[in-house]
């Protein structure tokens, strides 16, 4: 079983809609991060979180230690929203990143 | 702004040639990355560098190997390239970990290796 699992792994929008993403991990982590991957991209760190809430744009984070849970949320989704959003964890002590899957997004005119 | 450069965008070799890939930051950070992306199974750790010389397997260090001789540069080697080394690398760096604080990792633009 993978560490990091997220659902949907594939998502179609019509533009305007609310997305979210979500992302559960099975070990303790000292942050989880949220990354964006344009096709032929490379990859963009979104967010990084350790509690609570983040926003930035019309992109909202949360995260439920607790529950080991975290969503990403877009409002107003725009057609250039379309990418794959990877949730990444880093557990205790660790320099390194697990990574779930990643979620393809795309959204329609 | 971090900057995080590699030297091939698509790369194309024969089976059993050595390959390099080159990776160059510019912000002086310690830790530098590895990673292979594949469909359906996400990115994974080849191999880790912390400090200068120093390295550490990840998760898939087979048929790889690296090396950091200064801060800025980490090589990932194919030593002898097969098929299923074909995929998408990217390389990653970020400051330590120090006093709690954890960063983010910023990424290169990958290569896209093919080997035939």
């Known amino acids: 079983k993978n560490e990091v699992e997220q659902s949907p792994q594939n998502l179609t929008a019509q533009e305007g809609e609310f997305i979210t993403i979500n992302c559960s991990y099975s070990v303790g982590i000292s942050a989880l991060h949220w990354l964006q991957q344009h096709p032929g991209g490379g990859i963009v760190s979104l967010f990084m979180?350790?509690?609570g809430k983040k926003k930035h744009g019309r992109l909202i984070a949360t995260i439920n230690i607790q529950e080991k849970h975290s969503s990403l949320h877009i409002t107003a989704s725009h057609p250039r929203d379309s990418a794959v959003y990877i949730c990444a964890v880093m557990s205790g002590g660790s320099e390194k990143l697990v990574f779930g899957k990643g979620t393809k997004l795309t959204v329609n005119p | 702004d971090v900057k995080v450069t590699q030297s091939s965008r698509y790369l194309v070799k024969r089976t059993g040639e050595k390959v390099f890939l080159e990776c160059v930051q510019d912000?002086?950070?310690?830790?530098m990355f590895w990673y292979r992306q594949d469909p359906g199974l996400g990115l994974r750790l080849i191999y880790f560098s912390y400090d200068v010389k120093m390295k550490e397997k990840g998760d898939i260090p087979e048929g790889y190997s690296v090396s950091r001789e200064k801060k800025e540069r980490f090589s990932l080697i194919l030593e002898s390239a097969s098929t299923n080394q074909t995929s998408m690398y990217l390389c990653a760096s970020s400051p330590p970990r120090g006093g709690g604080a954890v960063h983010e990792q910023y990424f290169g633009p990958g290569t896209r290796l093919t080997v035939t």
């Open positions: 912000m002086d950070h310690e830790n």
């Open positions: 979180l350790s509690s």
